[in-house]
């Protein structure tokens, strides 16, 4: 089986090294072209250049499109590909179309195999206008769009759309083809597409049609497949795995999607993050496994599983928030911080004082994920806005079960992750949090130890919080604060956090961290660790992140603070 894979890509060139070496290294006889992106930078393809070049089976195409999205280029950068394939003269077998973000998840062996019992069938999308969830249908080319498409809403778009509306405008297809869509990413029989190019080499019309059309890369493959290829030869969808939110987002796969991408009936999956190294690991291991399952014909049945749990969280949508299998068996608060061994720090106090703890921390060792907690939003104080996918307007979805919101934010980033508390922050996981033998709980308290100054402190950040959360219409925020203060008591403070002084808490899972007035290297994060537990910060820093040897040792030291 002759297999070539064509990738379109725009950055990240060393993953695109490592992942056409796997293919080409466990395939029995393989070639890929890969087009990099004319928009990306010049740095970027001499580095893909560099490392590929010594591998005959890896090509670059030379004629570099500026792709974007909406518009021709895609199917262009495509076609410019399959061009150059022409001019290897070698007789391939299937052409498989991926993007820079896909990768395997099945082993390269088993995808010969079904390809070879299903010899001579194309693997695409082949759908009629009702494919589109909502928005534009036939108008999309029946309509002229010289300028492509637009991601959001646009008026002038929308303007041109009406004049031609109104107009009545309806451009008449080439060749009388009938117009299919469907994802750009397919599988196609090496005939077909040198049948292809042949088509649109006698009738240049075709591609001056498509030109002027809105996403032409969702209708210009299928619809030429349409055209040449007998209808019951073509299977109506792909062998690459993806989808959408229900508002158009891709659906990206982080860490914490566990196994699930490797369980779902396709061969390839997208997008896939950069930011995924263990799933980007395990894919690169896994095609070259001898691990072959039966050949069977895939059944492109809608997966009603993934579906379930998408919609769970695409009510309140953001790119890569979604439940996956194992985690929405297991979300049930402490079950899923169990399942979830990545260690993680947790720190409590008053506003003041974290930020004199946090202003110096070092992003090299921690991560400072702020209040993933806080009722205003999602990782306030953090100074970001995502976190690999997780956004801080995700108050909703992170609602729907605040502890396996907490576990996607730990797994999701290399460093140690750092989250703060303060009072007025949802406090029903803190019980849970104090309990997990993996969270490292640090309390920022005066310089003075004083109890009761400390949580006279808490109260006031309480009350601001309650003060800005619900404000009442025609009652000042003094006056509001002036008729909270007298509701409060110490009871509306975590019964964790003060049990702290009274000394009921497990001393070696808890510091306290006593923030001075001053700005002396104390008050140092990093540097508070290293003196506390008598390490070195050469120690922290020499250590691998993914195994996080140094916490292990943090917590059997704590035995020895007095």
Same mark, same amino acid.
């Given at each position: 089986?002759?297999?070539?894979?064509?990738?379109?890509a725009?950055n990240?060139p060393?993953?695109?090294?490592?992942?056409a070496?796997?293919?080409?290294?466990?395939?029995?006889?393989?070639?890929?072209?890969?087009?990099?992106?004319?928009?990306?930078?010049?740095?970027?393809?001499?580095k893909?250049?560099?490392?590929?070049?010594?591998?005959p089976?890896?090509?670059?195409?030379?004629?570099?499109v500026r792709?974007?999205?909406?518009t021709?280029?895609?199917?262009?950068?495509?076609?410019e590909?399959?061009?150059?394939?022409?001019?290897?003269?070698?007789? +391939?077998?299937?052409?498989?179309?991926?993007? *820079?973000a896909?990768?395997? !998840?099945?082993?390269?062996?088993?995808?010969?195999k079904f390809?070879?019992?299903?010899?001579g069938?194309?693997f695409?999308? +082949?759908?009629?206008?009702?494919?589109?969830?909502?928005?534009?249908?036939?108008?999309?080319y029946? +309509?002229?769009?010289?300028?492509?498409?637009?991601?959001?809403?646009?008026?002038i778009?929308?303007?041109?759309?009406?004049?031609?509306? $109104?107009?009545?405008?309806?451009r008449?297809?080439?060749?009388?083809?009938?117009?299919?869509?469907?994802?750009?990413?397919?599988?196609?029989?090496w $005939?077909?597409?040198?049948d292809?190019?042949s088509?649109?080499?006698?009738n240049?019309?075709?591609?001056?049609?498509f030109?002027? =059309?809105?996403?032409? /890369?969702?209708?210009?493959?299928? =619809?030429?497949?349409?055209?040449?290829?007998?209808?019951?030869l073509? =299977?109506?969808?792909?062998?690459?795995?993806?989808?959408?939110?229900?508002?158009g987002?891709?659906?990206v796969?982080?860490?914490d999607h566990g196994?699930?991408?490797?369980?779902?009936?396709?061969?390839?999956v997208r997008?896939?993050?950069?930011?995924?190294?263990?799933?980007?690991?395990?894919?690169?291991?896994?095609?070259?496994?001898? /691990?072959?399952?039966?050949?069977?014909?895939?059944?492109?049945?809608?997966?009603?599983?993934?579906?379930?749990?998408?919609?769970?969280?695409?009510?309140?949508?953001?790119p890569?928030?979604?439940?996956?299998r194992d985690?929405f068996?297991?979300?049930?608060?402490?079950g899923?911080?169990k399942?979830?061994?990545?260690?993680y720090i947790?720190?409590?106090?008053? $506003?003041?004082?974290l930020?004199k703890?946090?202003?110096?921390?070092?992003?090299?060792? +921690?991560?400072?994920? *702020?209040?993933?907690f806080?009722?205003?939003?999602?990782?306030? /104080? !953090?100074?970001?806005?995502?976190?690999?996918?997780?956004?801080?307007?995700?108050?909703?979805?992170?609602?729907?079960?605040?502890?396996?919101?907490?576990?996607?934010?730990?797994?999701?980033t290399?460093?140690i992750?750092?989250?703060t508390?303060?009072?007025?922050?949802?406090?029903?996981?803190i019980?849970?949090?104090?309990?997990?033998?993996?969270?490292?709980?640090?309390?920022?308290?005066?310089?003075?130890?004083?109890?009761?100054?400390?949580?006279?402190?808490?109260?006031?950040?309480?009350?601001s919080?309650?003060?800005q959360?619900?404000k009442?219409?025609?009652?000042s925020?003094?006056?509001?604060?002036?008729m909270?203060?007298?509701e409060?008591?110490?009871n509306?403070?975590p019964?964790?956090?003060?049990?702290v002084?009274?000394?009921n808490?497990?001393?070696?899972?808890?510091?306290?961290?006593?923030?001075?007035?001053n700005?002396n290297?104390?008050?140092?994060?990093?540097?508070?660790?290293?003196k506390?537990?008598?390490?070195?910060?050469?120690t922290?820093?020499?250590?691998?992140?993914?195994k996080y040897?140094w916490?292990?040792?943090?917590?059997?030291?704590?035995? $020895?603070?007095?």
């Amino acid at each position: 089986m002759k297999i070539l894979y064509i990738v379109l890509a725009h950055n990240q060139p060393e993953r695109l090294s490592n992942i056409a070496s796997s293919i080409i290294n466990a395939s029995t006889d393989a070639s890929i072209i890969v087009h990099y992106d004319g928009n990306a930078s010049q740095d970027g393809f001499n580095k893909l250049h560099s490392s590929v070049a010594n591998n005959p089976k890896i090509h670059l195409v030379n004629k570099r499109v500026r792709c974007q999205w909406g518009t021709y280029s895609l199917v262009d950068a495509t076609l410019e590909s399959l061009r150059q394939a022409k001019k290897l003269s070698i007789d +391939f077998d299937y052409v498989i179309l991926l993007s *820079g973000a896909c990768m395997p !998840s099945k082993p390269i062996k088993e995808l010969e195999k079904f390809l070879s019992a299903n010899n001579g069938k194309e693997f695409i999308e +082949f759908n009629d206008e009702n494919w589109m969830i909502g928005g534009l249908r036939k108008e999309r080319y029946e +309509f002229y769009f010289p300028y492509g498409a637009s991601k959001e809403k646009s008026f002038i778009e929308d303007t041109w759309v009406n004049i031609q509306k $109104k107009l009545r405008i309806k451009r008449k297809t080439p060749l009388n083809m009938k117009v299919r869509f469907g994802s750009q990413w397919w599988t196609l029989t090496w $005939k077909t597409c040198l049948d292809m190019l042949s088509l649109l080499d006698e009738n240049p019309k075709i591609e001056t049609f498509f030109k002027k =059309t809105y996403i032409p /890369d969702e209708m210009f493959f299928q =619809t030429v497949v349409g055209h040449l290829v007998p209808t019951e030869l073509i =299977t109506g969808y792909g062998l690459t795995f993806f989808k959408f939110t229900d508002y158009g987002k891709p659906i990206v796969f982080y860490d914490d999607h566990g196994d699930y991408p490797f369980n779902l009936e396709k061969f390839f999956v997208r997008k896939v993050s950069d930011e995924a190294t263990g799933l980007i690991k395990k894919s690169l291991n896994l095609v070259h496994s001898d /691990d072959v399952r039966t050949i069977k014909v895939i059944t492109n049945k809608k997966n009603n599983d993934y579906t379930y749990k998408k919609k769970a969280q695409t009510w309140f949508p953001a790119p890569g928030a979604i439940y996956y299998r194992d985690q929405f068996i297991e979300a049930n608060g402490e079950g899923v911080l169990k399942a979830t061994k990545k260690p993680y720090i947790f720190i409590f106090g008053t $506003k003041e004082y974290l930020y004199k703890s946090l202003k110096n921390i070092d992003h090299n060792i +921690f991560h400072p994920m *702020g209040r993933i907690f806080s009722r205003s939003e999602v990782f306030e /104080d !953090s100074c970001l806005d995502s976190i690999f996918g997780l956004n801080t307007t995700d108050k909703e979805i992170r609602d729907l079960d605040q502890f396996l919101y907490l576990c996607r934010a730990r797994i999701r980033t290399n460093k140690i992750p750092v989250f703060t508390w303060v009072a007025g922050d949802h406090y029903s996981p803190i019980r849970k949090i104090f309990n997990d033998k993996n969270a490292l709980k640090i309390i920022t308290t005066p310089y003075s130890f004083d109890s009761d100054e400390w949580l006279q402190l808490l109260k006031a950040d309480l009350i601001s919080e309650e003060v800005q959360n619900n404000k009442i219409p025609g009652v000042s925020s003094d006056i509001y604060s002036q008729m909270l203060y007298g509701e409060i008591d110490d009871n509306k403070i975590p019964y964790e956090l003060r049990s702290v002084f009274n000394g009921n808490i497990n001393h070696q899972t808890v510091l306290q961290y006593t923030s001075s007035n001053n700005d002396n290297a104390d008050n140092n994060f990093n540097s508070f660790i290293c003196k506390r537990l008598n390490i070195s910060n050469e120690t922290i820093m020499n250590c691998k992140f993914n195994k996080y040897s140094w916490f292990n040792q943090i917590i059997n030291d704590l035995k $020895k603070i007095q």
